[in-house]
């Protein structure tokens, strides 16, 4: 694993996801990063999360809450682009990922993307939801040659997770990473708190922060790097 406090070089950065909410509890302070380091950003989210179990609310009036949720978070990052999609929660590995990947490849020409990035496979938690939004991030990743870069968990964050709280989380050993990214969590506790259908009762999102401190960590899912490698990327320090 590479020297903490690097964070991939990028122009533009295109965040794919499955639900609102994975780009501030997930993606947060690394789009917040990019942000800071000068680098456009956007998020492109595949469903309105109207199937959570959280909320208390019916699907119907939860969609529209959410999106309430997912516009004020970006807000709150600095996003200049959020496009929401209405494919059917918990349900996206219904839609072809050919269309998918088509839809990344299009939003990704629009904002310019000259990085995608996305939950690690696995989709970190195992939803399938957040499994299909990689893979179709793959899929246009190669074929408009943009590279792809994953959010990860290291393996001992993923086990003490799942000791304490029960939940199972998808881990890699440090070898597999590319690069422990030191953030700044401020503007992402804001974006996380605008979530508030998600937030109450769900004590999973502290704990994860409390282990992981001021490091994200990334690894590369495409075949190339930036700078032309086939590992870990190019790497500038980020802004204070």
Not at 60 to 73: G, K, S, V
Not at 184 to 201: L, P, S
């Amino acid at each position: 694993m590479n020297d903490p406090g690097l964070l991939p070089q990028a122009t533009s950065v295109l965040a794919v996801c499955a639900h609102p909410d994975d780009e501030s509890f997930g993606l947060g302070a690394l789009l917040d990063a990019f942000h800071r380091a000068g680098a456009a950003t956007a998020v492109l989210c595949f469903t309105a999360g109207e199937d959570s179990t959280l909320g208390g609310l019916g699907s119907a009036e939860l969609r529209t809450t959410r999106q309430q949720e997912l516009a004020a978070a970006a807000r709150e990052l600095a996003v200049g682009t959020v496009i929401l999609r209405d494919h059917a929660d918990g349900h996206l590995d219904d839609v072809p990922i050919d269309a998918l990947a088509r839809d990344v490849r299009s939003v990704g020409a629009d904002v310019g993307a000259d990085v995608l990035l996305v939950f690690d496979e696995g989709g970190i938690t195992g939803h399938p939801d957040h499994c299909r939004a990689t893979a179709a991030a793959r899929r246009a990743g190669a074929e408009a040659g943009v590279p792809v870069l994953a959010w990860a968990l290291p393996d001992r964050v993923a086990r003490t997770l799942e000791d304490e709280l029960g939940v199972p989380f998808v881990g890699r050993p440090d070898e597999d990473l590319a690069a422990a990214v030191v953030v700044d969590r401020t503007a992402q506790m804001r974006a996380i708190a605008c979530h508030c259908t998600q937030v109450t009762g769900n004590p999973v999102v502290d704990r994860r922060l409390a282990l992981q401190g001021d490091r994200e960590h990334v690894r590369w899912l495409g075949p190339d790097r930036p700078d032309g490698g086939s590992r870990a990327g190019a790497a500038t320090a980020a802004r204070p």
